[in-house]
């Protein structure tokens, strides 16, 4: 917790962050999870989408919809993102299902590309255009 206020607190101001941290709170002060806007790049225009739902009988509620839905639309009014990608570990099928649920479209997995616990996993790159109507990102531009 103690980390999660210094993260936050460090990236309030008004200069914009290369990162944003948010807590998913339901009522007023019970925190569901957490999610983040990461790598943001400014000059093209682009950021990297993280979320966790801490407990597992929290999950399946549609919070990390909700959260993932107010980040999108935040990112593209506030920061004028028009991409953002979700990086998934090869094998985490349920943020994989939730990506595509909400639009994000698979473009590609990155061979070994991230060492866990003694090996190498594959990553796969889910894109969402925030300037496209659908969402949806044209996976042939
Ligand atoms: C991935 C995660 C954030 C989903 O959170 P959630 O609050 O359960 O997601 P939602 O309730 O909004 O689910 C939306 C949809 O995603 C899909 N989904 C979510 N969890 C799923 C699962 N375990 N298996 C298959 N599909 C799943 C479903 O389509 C679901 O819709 P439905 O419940 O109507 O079928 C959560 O499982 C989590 O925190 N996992 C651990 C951390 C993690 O892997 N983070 C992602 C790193 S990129």
């Given at each position: 917790m103690a980390e999660i206020r210094r993260k936050i607190g460090s990236q309030a101001?008004?200069?914009?962050?290369p990162e944003y941290n948010f807590v998913i709170v339901e009522g007023s002060d019970d925190i569901l999870g957490e999610c983040s806007l990461h790598a943001v790049d400014?000059?093209?225009?682009v950021g990297q989408i993280g979320i966790c739902i801490w407990k597992e009988q929290d999950r399946r509620h549609g919070?990390?919809?909700?959260?993932?839905?107010?980040?999108?639309?935040?990112?593209r009014g506030c920061l004028g993102l028009q991409r953002i990608e979700a990086w998934v570990n090869d094998?985490?099928?349920a943020s994989a299902a939730l990506f595509v649920r909400l639009g994000f479209v698979h473009e590609g997995t990155l061979s070994r590309r991230y060492f866990a616990l003694g090996r190498w996993h594959a990553v796969r790159v889910y894109g969402y255009l925030t300037t496209s109507p659908s969402g949806f990102a044209a996976v042939s531009e």
């Open positions: 101001g008004p200069s914009l962050a400014y000059r093209n225009r919070h990390a919809s909700d959260a993932v839905g107010q980040l999108l639309a935040w990112a094998g985490n099928q």
